[in-house]
């Protein structure tokens, strides 16, 4: 099991952009696939961007070309670039691998897009 903290969020105007961190515990990181997920009010999780550990990327169709994920084996650190950012990606957004079984959820990081 791997301890997950997200940090980053905050709230930022239509059209700004923030980065968020996930720093991951555990000598496995660099062998496993990670992800981004959030999760609105009153709406279910949902998976936003994957990144495997050969660093192959993938996004859900509402992200693509706005969001980068990327990834620091070395500080065992996975990164979610979002540009453009608008009211819909208002969330609280978390990391875990990209798949069952996932580590324990940590608190996440809220994302405010509002102006």
Not at 3 to 25: D, F, I, K, T, W
Not at 37 to 45: N, T, V, W, Y
Not at 72 to 98: E, G, H, R
Request: with cysteine; glycine share 10%; proline share 3%.
């Amino acid at each position: 099991q791997a301890h997950l903290e997200e940090s980053g969020g905050g709230l930022v105007q239509p059209g700004g952009s923030l980065r968020l961190s996930c720093a991951a515990s555990g000598s496995i990181f660099s062998i496993i696939d990670m992800a981004w997920f959030r999760q609105a009010p009153g709406k279910g999780r949902e998976l936003v961007a994957v990144i495997t550990s050969d660093f192959t990327t993938t996004y859900t169709e509402s992200v693509k070309g706005r969001f980068t994920i990327s990834r620091d084996n070395a500080k065992s650190t996975v990164y979610l670039q979002m540009n453009n950012l608008k009211p819909d990606d208002t969330a609280v957004y978390y990391c875990n691998v990209d798949r069952d079984p996932y580590y324990a959820w940590g608190q996440g990081t809220q994302v405010t897009v509002s102006s």
